[in-house]
């Protein structure tokens, strides 16, 4: 049993098909990728698993229970934490007291939430500017304080939605090596969207590849860069990896 | 309580109903364009309540006369007021630009205070007196042509926005703000004309106003709610739904006040505007947003 | 931050000594000095904390005035039981409202509109209650004003300022303690962006009704005590939309969210209008409305140069914290 697994989830916005049967695995521990062309459907994905919207038709499992149709507050509860593709940050607040709201889910005081909060900025090398206000960030580091909200809360499984783009190659590295040492170090299960080929071919053991809503191939990086249908539709002919 | 005093009361309330709508529709298209909650909506209108006095007090100007340079004159203000004074409130918290505008409120209502008196003060024409006749139905003549203007103001309004350049340009400024910056427009300025003519519409209905009630300066708020009250039955945004919310509410606060205390008509309309939050939050015309 | 507490030890020590240097009119200016400041702060739990913009908060005040005054005028209960069926009233109510509100989404302006309804239909409400006296108000009776009567809330002019006084601080200790807790946090947090709250795991609309159903409560307070402070109660003037106004002039001017706002506002507001009157009373210029027509002035001016209030700038040349 997966620790998510996802069966024939298909969402339309008004009569404009967003995902259609998709179905696919993401087992515990494991680091995974959906790639796919602009508007293929993966943040929308992203949003039914995280309880944004209820999908149409489908079914979605968490360590065996049931999680279509909770609210996404309960999604998180479960233990499903996710960044956001337009990032949305609490502006006004400073960089720790963003990552403390996410703390509290777990943490019993302000004081314990402060202390994880910390380790976790530390971790996503925004410590020095942990008493900043959110609203005077970089894009880069706006991202990396989503991913650094979304882990205090503990998940077992995060969702992480183009979280490197923007970024330059040395700060992509960076984050690849952080992303990998929470996988290793604490077994969190990762899924993310990505367009940087490189974070996904450094990071995911498993692809998933999108297209007009539908999965058109599972599998290994080494068996989706040959796969002539993924070629055709998103990688081209020469992919450089 | 025979059958044509109701009808009577009716069409009366209809009438009126036309005139508020009239204002309503300029409440709705300045939040419409503007997305600025004019507070101080009813002290508008009760300022072009006391320019008509004025105007007929000191030169015996008939309303319908006086509505022309009393409308010119609320455009300009208007437009100042946004270019200058509410301009920089349009990306300020919402209860930054409430207070802004409740505090020009204030000010306009006690400024009336302080000129007027809290006396009642109408104009008298003769027309006032006269009435059609439909055997028992009756038509006030001054409520006619009242509500005659409403609409002829409102079709103006309508067709500008629909037909004229500046006012499509004016639809696109609302629709995507940021869009119609980047295609040019000059989006400050049709903000400052929107509220321009919003003001105008309130100026027109408050020259209609005086010849059905008198005017005293406690009315400005008592009509700032009404008008929020119209738009959003009627709904936001839409132009045909500020006059049908007018209509509606006219027609409703004058059965009310027939069949239910007087005093108490006020009350079906907030009854309704808490109804229609609840039910159909974008009103009986609007969109959704 | 050492500062900050310096300071609030000196400001809570000149307050409790005011009676000793100041007398009648003074210390009823005080205590409404200190009315404003609690009645803003209990606005700005719903406002500055959770981002709900009341502008109907007379309606709690107006219920909770007439929950105890009725009980009180009818059945001579005192106000101590009243306090908690006033309590009661108003929680159920804004939990109502908020309900209605959050449940259909409805927010910013059309809660805010939600609200004045609410107050609006309200006020004609009980100006058609006979029970509560109708439009022509209900008057308490007053038993005695020389000696501290606690329990049935009569007294000199100095029991009530005390009483306010007690009141504004328990106000300030409890937003300041809300402040740095888990609730304080959340409501910031939805404050700034609802949707990234929820998907941190925070049920934005529990949160939200919590800071409803405190405002509320608080406001009830501040009913009761009206209604044995004035002792006379009358429909169009307690759920007018003007004293809506009049509660939230305070934060708005002092800061709204922060926890010094509402009772600097509050001072500078009620010292400004009762200056005003003076200077015009001199100059001879004693028209109705021209004094609201200064106040307006003064209102506008504020917001437009100093759109977060005056403490937060005040705070920073001071060098304190909050």
Redesign the interface.
Known sequence: MALLEVRGLSKSFRGLRAVHDASFDVPQGTINALIGPNGAGKTTIFNVIAGVYPADAGAIHFEGKAIHGLRADQVCAAGIGRTFQIVKPFAGLSVLDNVVVGGLLRERSAAAARRISLDILEKLHLGPKRDLPASSLTLPDRKRLEAARALATRPKLLLLDEVMAGLRPTECDQMIEVFRGLNRGEGLTILLIEHVMRAVMALAQHIGVLHHGEVIARGTPEQIVRDPAVLECYLGEETEV | MTWHLVVNVAIAGLLTGLVYGLMALGLSVIFGVVRVVNFAHGEMMTIAMYATVTLFAVWQLDPFVAVVPIAAAFFVFGYLMQAGIINPFITRPEHSQFMLLVAVAIIMVNGLMVSFGPDARNVQVDYQLESYAIGPILFDKARLLAAGMALAASAALFAFFRFSLTGKAIRACADNWLGAKVVGLDVKHLYALTFGLGSACVAVAGSMMILLVDVTPVLGPAYTLLAFVIVIVGGMGSMAGALLGGVLIGLSEALAGLFIQPSAKSMISFGLLILVLLVRPQGLLGKKA | MKRATLGLAILAALLVLLPAVVRGYALSVATLILYFAYTGQAWNVM?GFAGQ?S?GHSLYVGVGAYAAGALFFHYGIGPWAGLWVAILLCVLLGLLIGF?AFR???S???F???T???A??TR??F??LDWTGGPGGMFLRVAQRDAWDLAHFRGPPLMYYYTMLFLTAGAFVLCSFLL???AG??W??I???E??????????FRWKMLAVAISSAMTAIAGVFFAFYYNNLFPEQIFH?SRS?EI?LGP?IGG?GTLFGPILGAAVLTLLSDGITELLAALGWE???????F???V??VV??FL?HGIWPGLARKLGLDR
């Open positions: 406002m913009l502008l209605l259909f989404g409805i910013g302006v059309y805010a509109l939600l004045i309804a609410f609006e239909f004609i409400g100006d058609h740095k807790s888990k946090y959340y910031l947090a404050r700034e962006n949707e990234a709250a929820q998907a941190l795991g925070i049920n934005t939309i106004i939230i708005i709204v028209m109705p409305g021209i004094k609201q027509v106040y307006g002035v209102l506008l917001i437009v759109p």
